[in-house]
């Protein structure tokens, strides 16, 4: 289990590596909550990714909500492994417009995924 | 009207015979293979029913009986066994019997055939079946792809909270899902909770996917087998694959919505009246949220591609047309040809700038419609090559050899005319392979061969002539043998030095063999001087390479039509020829200082390299005095470089060829005539034949001699 927290204020990013999957889903939550209530602005970037499963995506699109609602901001980092890229566009997720919470316009299954 | 239909059926059936064919022999090779006993049912069930429908009544009757064992087969009840596939050959050969017309009403062969077939038929439930494979490794009867159209579905999967936790992972479904068709997937993410409220082990999405696929309900039925318990599932057909294109837009996103439910049509009529875009609009007046949007946007697409897809395969189908309406077809761009060479030297002479630009139009115009008719007429090679799967394996069965066929290159294209003329000497070359090639398998393990022959069928291209080859790695040619042979007709003296390719020709020589003599000294040569003539008929050529113990191959080059070529035009006083383009390397002068220089010899100096010449003018015994500087053109074959000495060379041209008459068709050194832009005849040369006769054979001679 390799969830980094980046020291770093200035690029507010959080590394997640190996196995994202709902065998971890409690973990990576907590990550994700502790993130999003310190930082203002999140920055997530995926390295040496194992496996993805939709309680992940699900777990991304939490994150955005509450990020969304508390005028936040949640940005996914545009090096993304193939594994992710893949599991997102199987699932459905990619989406031409955003959702009602997202009135800023920062939906994160926009753009980047092709 | 009737005749007409019962015509196409005929055609129909012929060519299902030949699938029907090879399916079968395939089969053979792969007992287990679903997909081709698929294809072997497909085709029987196909004759049957149009059979039936055009009034073959027999042939529907005996068909069927065969098409019951295959259908056994195909749900794995009957194994694959030579004897199944000897049978069901041999009710091909029936089929195809009855289809011409002969043999009707009751024949003794049939019963027989329709007797022992329904020997194979399982009468206890195990057993019963002879030499049935040991368990053939038949896959899921399931996976056998059905022939029905492809049907669309719309596929709504909303799954238990919990699924993640019983270990399923949705992404393995979908991805089953692909695997029977195209497959769109949309996930409907609005219920995701915010992270403070997200059970993370839980699943709180759920799915629409849209599906087109030809292997039924069950089929996806299947996929979600395991979750339908837990979860909503609900499969709509929405295109069934039948409906007419009128509906090729498909529903616009509105209807979509109303057609499953999520809006009510009144509610849609108010907001289309406000026209903004529709789907923003029904977000914004919070009728449906965005992933419905999304999703109904979706299924439009996939619908849109499944509906153009069809379009297009439609639109690329292809159509039924006589081969004489080709000929014919050919036979006019060849006179337009004729008149379009006529227009630009008209053109040329009376130097009219407005004439000019117009013969040069037409000119381009007719020399892409002549590459273009003429590209309707190559048809691929392999549709003879597969023929010959048949005849390999009944000709080894009846001499006692193993044989294995294999072919390459396949998909290069001859000319029909060529390629229908091509089918007898490649059944001679096979049949002496396989007669006299390749050895028993008994002789072949003595010597240290693998007991089972090789033969090889392989085409490609070369430059603008294309290349068979036969091979085999049999016996390989008597050297000694067809020495003795040439020798004792005197047509080799004793002593002389030949390579091997000039002695292996003379198996093709007229008269150099009787039928039995030669089978058994070099085991080659039946009949080869009919298939060297049938090649030559062809513009072809043909050469034999062979090593003792190692196999021969045997080399066709044939040009790639035969009705239009591109060639170089001369004259010799005020005659004038034609040199085919593809054959021609260069031209250069020929002065009269070089004639003398080389005393007597009909030989130039190019650059260096010593190049034999034919004198066309002696050659075709033209009176008239040459002119000062003569003109060589350079032709080269097979690696022999041979000039023609002509009076002047005036340039390239399309060649229509036409076939000299009756009277003319032996003069040597003439392979046709074409008729030029003022209705003047020139005669094409025949540049091997003269490079032969003139050159290469005089200077074997000379070399026996020696």
């Not at chain 2, 289809?99 to 329904?118: C, K, M, T, Y």
């Not at chain 2, 089978?519 to 039946?526: E, K, N």
């Not at chain 2, 196999?551 to 006083?573: F, H, M, R, S, W």
Request: glycine share 8%; charged share 25%.
């Amino acid at each position: 289990m390799e969830i980094k927290l980046a020291e770093s204020n200035v690029n507010n990013s959080v590394k997640l590596e190996g196995s994202l999957t709902v065998e971890r889903a409690a973990e990576l939550k907590s990550v994700l909550v502790e993130s999003l209530s310190r930082m203002d602005r999140l920055h997530l970037v995926f390295e040496n990714v194992t496996e993805v499963d939709i309680s992940f995506l699900q777990l991304l699109c939490a994150a955005h909500h509450t990020a969304a609602r508390k005028k936040k901001k949640l940005t996914l980092d545009g090096h993304r492994p193939e594994l992710l890229r893949s599991a997102v566009a199987e699932a459905g997720f990619v989406r031409q417009e955003g959702c009602a919470i997202d009135v800023r316009e920062i939906c994160i299954w926009k753009e980047g995924w092709s | 009207m009737k005749d007409k239909h019962r015509e196409t059926f005929k055609e129909e059936a012929s060519e299902l015979l030949a699938e029907l064919e090879d399916s079968l022999l395939e089969l053979e090779r792969s007992p287990g293979d679903q997909e081709l006993m698929g294809r072997v049912f497909r085709a029987l069930h196909t004759i049957k029913g149009s059979g039936a429908m055009f009034g073959f009544d027999e042939i529907a009757a005996f068909t069927h009986e065969v098409e019951t064992v295959f259908d056994l087969v195909r749900n794995g009840k009957v194994g694959v066994t030579k004897g199944l596939v000897d049978l069901s050959l041999a009710a091909r050969d029936e089929i195809k019997a009855l289809l011409h017309g002969n043999e009707p009403g009751f024949s003794e062969r049939r019963q027989e055939i329709i007797a022992a077939i329904q020997e194979l038929m399982p009468a206890p439930p195990e057993g019963g079946v002879e030499d049935r494979p040991a368990a053939p490794d038949f896959p899921d009867p399931d996976v056998l792809p059905s022939q029905e159209l492809p049907v669309t579905y719309r596929i709504c999967f909303r799954p238990a909270a919990e699924i993640f936790l019983r270990g399923t992972n949705p992404l393995t479904l979908f991805k089953e899902l692909r695997e029977l068709g195209e497959c769109n997937v949309i996930a409907h993410a609005e219920t995701i909770p915010s992270l403070a409220a997200i059970n993370p082990e839980y699943c709180y999405t759920a799915w629409d996917i849209f599906l087109t696929t030809s292997r039924g309900l069950d089929a996806i039925q299947d996929v979600f087998i395991f979750v339908a318990d837990e979860s909503d599932l609900t499969i709509e057909v929405i295109d069934d694959g039948l409906k007419p294109e009128e509906d090729s837009n498909y529903k616009r996103l509105g209807e979509i919505l109303v057609a499953r439910g999520e809006l009510n049509p009144e509610a849609l009529d108010e907001v289309l009246n406000r026209r903004t875009l529709i789907g923003e609009a029904l977000v914004k007046a919070n009728l449906v949220n965005r992933d419905q949007v999304q999703s109904a946007l979706v299924e439009q697409q996939h619908i849109r591609g499944v509906h153009k897809k069809r379009h297009e395969a439609q639109a690329t189908g292809s159509i039924r047309v006589p081969s004489a309406k080709l000929d014919k077809l050919v036979d006019l761009v060849g006179e337009l040809v004729t008149v379009q060479a006529r227009l630009s030297q008209t053109a040329d002479v009376l130097e009219d700038p407005q004439l000019l630009s117009i013969a040069e139009e037409v000119e381009t115009l007719t020399g892409d419609l002549r590459d273009n008719v003429l590209n309707i007429r190559m048809l691929p090679i392999g549709t003879i090559f597969t023929k010959f799967q048949r005849l390999v394996r009944d000709l080894s069965a009846e001499l006692g050899r193993e044989v294995e066929l294999s072919t390459s290159g396949a998909e290069t294209e001859l000319d029909k005319t060529v390629l229908d003329k091509l089918n007898d000497p490649l059944v001679h070359l096979i049949r002496n392979s396989i007669d006299h090639g390749i050895e028993s398998p008994e002789v072949r393990v003595k010597s240290g061969k693998p007991g089972k022959g090789k033969l090889c069928l392989t085409a490609g291209h070369s430059g603008t002539q294309v290349v068979i080859r036969v091979e085999d790695d049999g016996v390989g040619l008597d050297r000694e043998a067809i020495r003795a042979k040439a020798v004792g007709l005197g047509w080799l003296a004793p002593d002389a030095e030949i390579p091997d390719k000039e002695l292996f020709a003379f198996i093709m020589a007229p008269g150099f063999s009787t039928a039995r003599e030669i089978t058994s000294v070099s085991g080659r040569g039946v009949g080869m001087d009919v298939v060297k003539k049938a090649i030559e008929a062809l513009r072809g050529s043909i050469e034999i390479n062979s090593r003792a113990g190692q196999g021969t191959a045997i080399t066709i080059k044939l040009p790639l039509t035969l009705a239009i070529i591109e060639g170089l035009l001369v004259t010799i006083e005020d005659e004038f020829f034609v040199l085919p383009l593809a054959a021609v390397t260069e031209c250069v002068e020929l002065t009269r200082e070089d004639v003398a220089k080389a005393h007597g010899h009909n030989i130039a100096n190019v650059r260096g390299e010593i190049v034999p010449y034919i004198h066309l003018r002696e050659r075709f015994q033209i009176n008239g005095v040459p002119p000062a500087i003569e003109q060589i053109v350079i032709t080269e074959m097979d690696h022999n470089r041979v000039g023609f000495i002509v009076d002047n060379v005036i340039g390239e041209q399309q060649t229509v060829i036409k076939s000299l008459g009756r009277i003319y068709q032996g003069v040597e050194g003439i392979s046709g005539a074409t008729i030029l832009g003022d209705g003047t005849v020139a005669l094409i040369l025949d540049v091997p034949q003269l490079m032969h006769r003139e050159i290469l054979e005089p200077r074997a001679a000379r070399l026996q001699g020696n």
